[in-house]
T-cell receptor, first 106, second 116 residues
Framework: KNEVEQSPQNLTAQEGEFITINCSYS?????LHWLQQHPGGGIVSLFM???GKKKHGRLIATINIQEKHSSLHITASHPRDSAVYIC????????FGQGTRLTINP | NAGVTQTPKFQVLKTGQSMTLQCAQD?????MYWYRQDPGMGLRLIYY???????DKGEVPNGYNVSRLNKREFSLRLESAAPSQTSVYFC???????????????FGSGTRLTVV
């Protein structure tokens, strides 16, 4: 079993929909990262959080340390949000999930 | 623009050839990393350098060597390339080890390597 599990693996939605991507992990962590990988391959760090909730524009990330679970939400989704979203947890090392491929259709 | 610069972006090697992937960051970060990304798998750490002058193995170090030339530069060398090393390679940096710091990790744009 992977230490970091993301769901869903693939998600297709219509423009404007509210998107939720989930990340569950099985190890004790000191922080969790959400990353975005563009279709061209570049990786951008979206959030780093160790508790509670963070918001940046239309993106919101939450984490529940007790439940070992984090969610990434996108409000008013747009085709430019189409990307692979990767969850990574910092334990003794950084462990990455396999990513969620999000496609937003116009 | 400030960030992590990787070269080359694409490379095709024959089995047994050697090459060095270059990485430089201009954010005064202490820690640097090399990852590989393969289809269906998460990013996997090859080597990292927590600070200038130190390097350590990650999950998948076999077949690779690294050099932390100075605070800015961290290179990855394949001494004798194998088809199993066909992958996309990412360099990353952070203010401190483990992604600590205000902005977590900053990634380079990747190197797509094919070994035939």
């Amino acid at each position: 079993k992977n230490e970091v599990e993301q769901s869903p693996q693939n998600l297709t939605a219509q423009e404007g929909e509210f998107i939720t991507i989930n990340c569950s992990y099985s190890v004790g962590i000191s922080a969790l990262h959400w990353l975005q990988q563009h279709p061209g391959g570049g990786i951008v760090s979206l959030f780093m959080l160790s508790s509670g909730k963070k918001k940046h524009g239309r993106l919101i990330a939450t984490i529940n340390i007790q439940e070992k679970h984090s969610s990434l939400h996108i409000t008013a989704s747009h085709p430019r949000d189409s990307a692979v979203y990767i969850c990574a947890v910092r334990a003794q090392k950084l462990v990455f999930g396999q990513g969620t491929r999000l496609t937003i259709n116009p | 623009n400030a960030g992590v610069t990787q070269t080359p972006k694409f490379q095709v090697l024959k089995t047994g050839q050697s090459m060095t992937l270059q990485c430089a960051q201009d954010m005064n970060h202490n820690s640097m990393y090399w990852y590989r990304q393969d289809p269906g798998m998460g990013l996997r750490l090859i080597y990292y350098s927590a600070s200038e002058g130190t390097t350590d193995k990650g999950e998948v170090p076999n077949g690779y060597n690294v050099s932390r030339l100075n605070k800015r530069e961290f290179s990855l060398r394949l001494e004798s390339a194998a088809p199993s090393q066909t992958s996309v390679y990412f360099c990353a940096s952070s203010e401190a080890a483990g992604g600590r710091g205000s902005y977590g990790y900053t990634f380079g744009s990747g190197t797509r390597l094919t070994v035939v």
